[in-house]
């Protein structure tokens, strides 16, 4: 038997074994989970510091729980939530997409500009949306046909997209947009208190959790984040998946653009700026595995509530922005250690289960940590006013 038999020969088997992970990853039945291990998810870990904030707020604010501040506050991360859809998507897969919001403040700066002239403004959203769309697809066929680093790529592209709208607009501004396109960011639905952006983002959300956690296509992100040479050799279409994901973060991207000029009135060329890594971050609040595989949209949509929650609280206690983003951070950080702690521990405990003791106490431990931190701002700032 020559070389070159024999490297077919350990190719093939090599295959075989890439495909049985695979097929293991995209089985559709799961193990079965005790109680006390669902109740170790994360996503229960966020409906406890949700709860936990509710009521320390509802305590320390007596404007917390007011309707009408829920309904505004509600309307203030939306955008944040169409954009971390897709951005989940491609987390899980093992990308990610830097340059959302630079492609919202692009595609919004061009149906600005389109509306400036006089262009009806249907019409300028529809080109907006279509622009977005199309720098998805720049991002996708970059990533997924010429194989460049999503990283890279992205991070070109963020600097790209804005630069092009500051070309769209320069130092203006577009204004005077018809109270029919207004309606879409300051509206509510039928006259309740619910903003249209949040039924919106509810309708989307569930939309893109039924894909995700009920369609093939959704297992083979996860096969694809946990082993993408695996799912390549086993007939996944693993480039013709990464450009429709970042095809449609693009269009994600320029519908939040055009939600959030119609909920300020107006369209500057450096809306949106900065918004991606708050996109990143409610993703991976959420429990979305930063180097894929895992998480899940339920995940997602709860640290998107726990972060606006958060702001929300602490602006009414005039806790300043740069405080605000260090409690984020801090809760962001932990997410990522956190779980990795625990998995190390639990695989040099061997036999005890020492994973039903740990999660409880570092989840404590997080609680400590953050309202030690909140109080101590507080009473800063106090002092300083």
Same mark, same amino acid.
């Not at 899980?92 to 403040?105: E, F």
């Given at each position: #038997?020559?070389?070159?038999?024999?490297?077919?020969?350990?190719?093939?088997?090599?295959?075989?074994?890439?495909?049985?992970?695979?097929?293991?990853?995209?089985? =559709?039945?799961?193990?079965?989970?005790?109680?006390?291990?669902?109740?170790?998810?994360?996503?229960?870990?966020?409906?406890?510091?949700?709860?936990?904030?509710?009521?320390?707020?509802?305590?320390?604010?007596?404007?917390?729980? =007011?309707?009408?501040?829920?309904?505004?506050?509600?309307?203030?991360?939306?955008?944040? $939530?169409?954009?971390?859809?897709?951005?989940?998507?491609?987390?899980?897969?093992?990308?990610?997409?830097?340059?959302?919001?630079?492609?919202?403040?692009?595609?919004?700066?061009?149906?600005?500009?389109?509306?400036?002239?006089?262009?009806?403004?249907?019409?300028?959203?529809?080109?907006?949306?279509?622009?977005?769309?199309?720098?998805?697809?720049?991002?996708?066929?970059?990533?997924?046909?010429?194989?460049?680093?999503?990283?890279?790529?992205?991070?070109?592209?963020?600097?790209?997209?804005?630069?092009?709208?500051?070309?769209?607009? $320069?130092?203006?501004?577009?204004?005077?947009? &018809?109270?029919?396109?207004?309606?879409?960011? +300051?509206?509510?639905?039928?006259?309740?208190?619910? &903003?249209?952006?949040?039924?919106?983002?509810?309708? #989307?959300?569930?939309?893109?959790?039924?894909?995700?956690?009920?369609?093939?296509?959704?297992?083979?992100?996860?096969?694809?984040?946990?082993?993408?040479?695996?799912?390549?050799?086993?007939?996944?279409?693993?480039?013709?998946?990464?450009?429709?994901?970042?095809?449609?973060? $693009?269009?994600?991207?320029?519908?939040?653009? @055009?939600?959030?000029?119609?909920?300020?009135?107006?369209?500057?060329?450096?809306?949106?700026?900065?918004?991606?890594?708050?996109?990143?971050?409610?993703?991976?609040?959420?429990?979305?595995? %930063?180097?894929?595989?895992? $998480?899940?949209?339920?995940?997602?949509?709860?640290?998107?509530?726990?972060?606006?929650?958060?702001?929300?609280?602490?602006?009414?206690?005039?806790?300043?922005? +740069?405080?605000?983003?260090?409690?984020?951070?801090?809760? @962001?950080?932990?997410?990522?250690?956190? &779980?990795?702690? %625990?998995?190390? %521990?639990?695989?040099?405990?061997?036999?005890?289960?020492?994973?039903?003791? @740990?999660? &409880?106490?570092?989840?404590?431990?997080?609680?400590?940590?953050?309202?030690?931190?909140?109080?101590?701002?507080?009473?800063?700032?106090?002092?300083?006013?």
């Amino acid at each position: #038997m020559d070389f070159e038999q024999r490297r077919e020969i350990k190719k093939m088997n090599s295959t075989s074994a890439s495909e049985s992970k695979f097929a293991a990853t995209i089985s =559709d039945k799961a193990p079965s989970r005790s109680f006390l291990a669902r109740f170790q998810r994360w996503e229960w870990m966020l409906v406890g510091l949700i709860l936990v904030d509710v009521f320390v707020n509802t305590r320390l604010s007596p404007y917390f729980l =007011d309707a009408q501040n829920l309904s505004r506050t509600s309307s203030d991360f939306m955008e944040i $939530g169409l954009m971390m859809l897709p951005m989940v998507f491609i987390i899980i897969t093992g990308n990610i997409d830097l340059s959302v919001a630079s492609n919202m403040g692009m595609s919004a700066s061009f149906m600005g500009l389109l509306h400036n002239m006089g262009v009806n403004i249907w019409v300028a959203a529809l080109a907006g949306l279509l622009l977005g769309t199309l720098g998805g697809l720049l991002n996708g066929y970059l990533i997924a046909r010429v194989k460049l680093p999503a990283l890279v790529v992205t991070l070109g592209t963020y600097a790209f997209y804005r630069g092009i709208a500051y070309g769209f607009l $320069g130092d203006q501004a577009a204004r005077g947009y &018809p109270e029919a396109f207004t309606y879409f960011g +300051q509206g509510k639905v039928f006259g309740s208190l619910v &903003p249209f952006s949040a039924a919106l983002f509810i309708v #989307m959300a569930v939309i893109f959790g039924l894909i995700l956690h009920r369609t093939t296509f959704g297992r083979y992100l996860y096969a694809i984040g946990n082993n993408e040479n695996a799912a390549n050799y086993s007939g996944v279409p693993v480039a013709k998946i990464k450009f429709i994901l970042y095809a449609l973060s $693009g269009f994600m991207a320029a519908l939040a653009g @055009l939600i959030l000029a119609a909920r300020f009135g107006s369209t500057r060329p450096d809306i949106g700026t900065g918004l991606e890594l708050s996109v990143i971050t409610a993703a991976v609040l959420g429990g979305i595995d %930063i180097n894929g595989g895992k $998480g899940t949209m339920v995940g997602a949509a709860l640290s998107l509530l726990l972060i606006g929650l958060m702001r929300f609280g602490m602006g009414l206690l005039n806790i300043q922005g +740069q405080v605000q983003g260090v409690a984020i951070g801090m809760l @962001l950080i932990l997410s990522i250690l956190v &779980p990795s702690l %625990i998995r190390g %521990i639990s695989a040099i405990a061997g036999k005890l289960n020492w994973r039903s003791v @740990l999660s &409880p106490i570092i989840f404590l431990i997080i609680f400590i940590l953050f309202f030690m931190f909140f109080f101590w701002s507080r009473a800063a700032i106090i002092a300083g006013g």
